[in-house]
C-alpha cells in the first residue's frame, strides 16, 4: 500500500499545526510517518463520517503504522480539530470533521 | 438540452472556485430551459440526491478508498462513472460536460458509453499551480490533463493567457478551445452588514485601514508577498490591519512569515470563512489585495468589485483581462512586496479615486460577466457538437 502526500518545494516543516517531515508535501514518503499524512490517509480512504469510522486496528492495516504510534497522532489531529473518536462495543473509531476533511481537500486543489 | 455535468466539488462540498462555477452556471442554464444534471462527489450532511434551484444533484459515495491520491481519484472517478450509468438508463444526455482533471476518467469513459460529445472546461493546469512540474504526482496529473484535453470535442477555458497555456502546453488547435469567462452573480453580493460591527469581529477600528486579502493559502495565491509588503505599508499607515481569509497547506509557512514582519498582532489569520461572512468582509475592507502568481481568471477580483471594494491585483494571467489598470483596479508586478505596498497606497492616499474605481468597475462587472452571458456562450458551444 503506497502513500501519498504532497511536497512542498521549501520543505516546510510544518502545515496546519502539523509536524512535517522534510520535503513531505506531495510525494511518497512512506518513511516519514506525521500527522498530515495520516490526515490525508484516512480521508482517501473514506473515514469522512461517523458512519465510515475506522478502529485502530484498521487504520494501521492501510497506514502500515504502529498503533502507539498512530494514537499519538490521532490524538494530536482530534486536538486540531481535523478528526473525532468516540467508542462503540469498547473500540474507540475514528473519523475526519468537516474541517479535516477540507485542510485534505485544500492540499488537493 | 439535457447536460450531464461531471464536478469534484459542489456545494456545499467546496475546494475551490469550480463549486461556485459549477453551480453559477448550472443555475443560469435552468434559467434558459435545459435540464442540468450535475454529479459530484459526497459530503457529509448532504444527500445522495437533491434538487438545487432547479439542478439535479447526484453524490456519488466513494465506497472504496485508498491511501494513495491518484489510487483514491481513479476510484471515485469508478463511483461517478456508476452514479452516471445508474442515472442514463432513464436520461438521455445530450452533452456531458467534465470540470477538470479530478474528473476526467469518469467522463472520457461515460463520452464512450454514452456516445455523446465532450466538453472539458479546463479551470487551472497542474504545470500552473505547481508552479513547474516537480513531483511524480505532478507528471501524472499533468499526463492526465493532456489526455483529458486530448478526448474532449471542445476545450472551454476562462481566459485568453488560460488558452495560449494550454493550447502550447498541451499542444491543441486554436479551434478546439474556446474562451468563455467566469462570472458571479451580482445580486449575491449586496449586503446589508454593519461595517463596524464586522471590522470589530476582526480587531478592526473605525479609524484604522482595513487591507484584505482572500485566497487559498498555497503559494500560486502569492500572500507571502503580500506580507512582505507590509512592513513598508504600516510605515505609511500605521494604523492599517490586515487580514487574510483562506485555509490552506501553507498556512503556518505564512503565518511565520508574518511573525518575521515584527507586526504579528496587526495581521489575523482567519481560516476558513462562509461565502456570506466573506461578502461581508469585502463589504467592511478599505483594500482587497489580489496578490496571485498564477491565476488562470481571478474571480476573487470579481467578487471584490461586486461588493465596491478597491482591487490591488497582480497583473498575471486571467488578472489581466478582469482588470483595467488606473480604471477599474490598479495592477500591481507580481512577487513584488514593494509594488504590492505601491498599489496599496495609491487606494488608501486617494480615497476619491478609489471610489470612482469602484463605480467603473461595479459598471464592467455587470456588463461583461453575468452567468446569463456565460450560459448561453457555453450553450453555443454545446450546440455546435451536438447540431
Known amino acids: 500500500m503506497g502513500s501519498s502526500c504532497y511536497e512542498d518545494c521549501r520543505g516546510l516543516q510544518k502545515v496546519g499545526g502539523i509536524e512535517l517531515g522534510e520535503n513531505s508535501f506531495r510525494s511518497y514518503n512512506a518513511e516519514q510517518p506525521n500527522q498530515l499524512r495520516l490526515l490525508v490517509m484516512l480521508h482517501n480512504i473514506g473515514a469522512t463520517e461517523s458512519s465510515k469510522s475506522l478502529t485502530i486496528q484498521q487504520i494501521s492495516e492501510w497506514t502500515r503504522m504502529e498503533a502507539p504510534e498512530l ?6 489531529l482530534i486536538e486540531l480539530g481535523y478528526a473525532q473518536s468516540f467508542r462503540s ?21 | 438540452m439535457k447536460i450531464g455535468k461531471l464536478s469534484w466539488e459542489f456545494p456545499p462540498r467546496v475546494v475551490g472556485g469550480i463549486a461556485r462555477h459549477c453551480e453559477g452556471l448550472a443555475k443560469a442554464l435552468i434559467q434558459q430551459n435545459h435540464e442540468v444534471y450535475l454529479f459530484t462527489l459526497d459530503f457529509p450532511g448532504s444527500p445522495s440526491y437533491e434538487e438545487m434551484d432547479g439542478i439535479k444533484v447526484y453524490r456519488a459515495s466513494t465506497e472504496l478508498g485508498h491511501p494513495n491520491f491518484l489510487t483514491w481519484v481513479l476510484l471515485f472517478n469508478h463511483f461517478l462513472e456508476k452514479k452516471m450509468a445508474e442515472v442514463s438508463q432513464s436520461v438521455d444526455f445530450d452533452v456531458m460536460h467534465v470540470h477538470d482533471w479530478l474528473a476526467a476518467f469518469a467522463g472520457i469513459s461515460f463520452k464512450r458509453y454514452v456516445q455523446k460529445p465532450m466538453v472539458l472546461t479546463v479551470h487551472s493546469t497542474e504545470v500552473g499551480r505547481a508552479q513547474g512540474l ?40 486554436q479551434d478546439k478551445v474556446d474562451v468563455i469567462p467566469n462570472a458571479i452573480d451580482t445580486t449575491q453580493y449586496h449586503t446589508t452588514a454593519d461595517r463596524g460591527s464586522v471590522r470589530q469581529r476582526y480587531g478592526v477600528g473605525w479609524d484604522e485601514k482595513m487591507i484584505l486579502c482572500v485566497g487559498r493559502l498555497v503559494p500560486q495565491k502569492g500572500i507571502e508577498y503580500f506580507i512582505r509588503a507590509i512592513p513598508n505599508i504600516i510605515n505609511r499607515y500605521p494604523e492599517a490591519k490586515f487580514v487574510i481569509v483562506g485555509e490552506g497547506w501553507s498556512r503556518d509557512f505564512l503565518e511565520s512569515e508574518a511573525r518575521s514582519t515584527g507586526h504579528r498582532k496587526k495581521i489575523r489569520f482567519t481560516g476558513f470563512v462562509p461565502d456570506r461572512e466573506v461578502i461581508d468582509l469585502m463589504t467592511s475592507a478599505d483594500v482587497l489585495v489580489v496578490p496571485s502568481i498564477y491565476e488562470p481568471f481571478g474571480i476573487v477580483a470579481l467578487e471584490g468589485m461586486a461588493t465596491g471594494v478597491p482591487v490591488v491585483a497582480s497583473q498575471v494571467g486571467g488578472l489581466s483581462e478582469v482588470i483595467e489598470h488606473n480604471r477599474t483596479g490598479i495592477f500591481v508586478y507580481p512577487k513584488s ?15 476619491d479615486r478609489a471610489r470612482w474605481l469602484t463605480e467603473n468597475a461595479k459598471d464592467k462587472l455587470e456588463k461583461a460577466y453575468s452567468w446569463e452571458a456565460v450560459a448561453m456562450k457555453t450553450v453555443e458551444v454545446y450546440r455546435k457538437l451536438v447540431g
Open chain 1, 89 to 109: 462495543e469498547e473500540t474507540d473509531k475514528y473519523y475526519l470533521t468537516i474541517d479535516g476533511i477540507r485542510k485534505v481537500l485544500s492540499l488537493y486543489s
Open chain 2, 337 to 351: 512586496p514593494e509594488s504590492i505596498a505601491w498599489g496599496i497606497d495609491r487606494i488608501l492616499s486617494d480615497p
Open chain 2, 134 to 173: 516537480r513531483s511524480a504526482d505532478s507528471f501524472s496529473i499533468d499526463g492526465i490533463e493532456w489526455w483529458a484535453t486530448y478526448e474532449a470535442d471542445k476545450v472551454i477555458v476562462c481566459s485568453q493567457s488560460m488558452k495560449n497555456e494550454i493550447c502550447g502546453h498541451f499542444n491543441l488547435p
Open chain 1, 71 to 76: 494514537q499519538t497522532h490521532l490524538q494530536k
